[in-house]
C-alpha cells in the first residue's frame, strides 16, 4: 500500500488530455488518486474507468488504496 498523497502535491501535477496519455493501466490509476485527492471524483472515476479496461486486477488494489478512499464505495457499483 502506498504513502497517502498530500494535496499541495496533487495540486502540482498538470493536467493533460486523457486522449494525449499512455494508454497504461497504472498512469490512470495514479492521475485518478491525484483526482480524488482534489476532489474531482468524476474525473478520478473516468480514468480509474480506463485503468480497470486495460488492467483487470487494479480493482482490488484500488479497494485498498488511501488515496481512493472517498471513491471506495462507489467502485463496486459505478466504475465498470
Do not use: T
Not at 497504472?26 to 480509474?48: F, I
Amino acid at each position: 500500500m502506498s504513502r497517502p498523497l498530500e494535496r499541495a502535491h496533487c495540486q502540482s501535477y498538470p493536467r493533460l488530455r486523457r486522449k494525449d496519455l499512455p494508454q497504461v493501466a497504472l498512469v490512470h490509476y495514479n492521475l485518478a488518486c491525484y483526482e480524488c485527492q482534489l476532489g474531482n471524483l468524476e474525473m478520478a472515476k473516468g480514468h480509474l474507468k480506463l485503468a480497470f479496461k486495460i488492467k483487470k486486477g487494479l480493482r482490488l488494489e484500488a479497494l485498498d488504496e488511501p488515496d481512493l478512499e472517498p471513491l471506495w464505495n462507489s467502485l463496486a457499483s459505478e466504475v465498470e
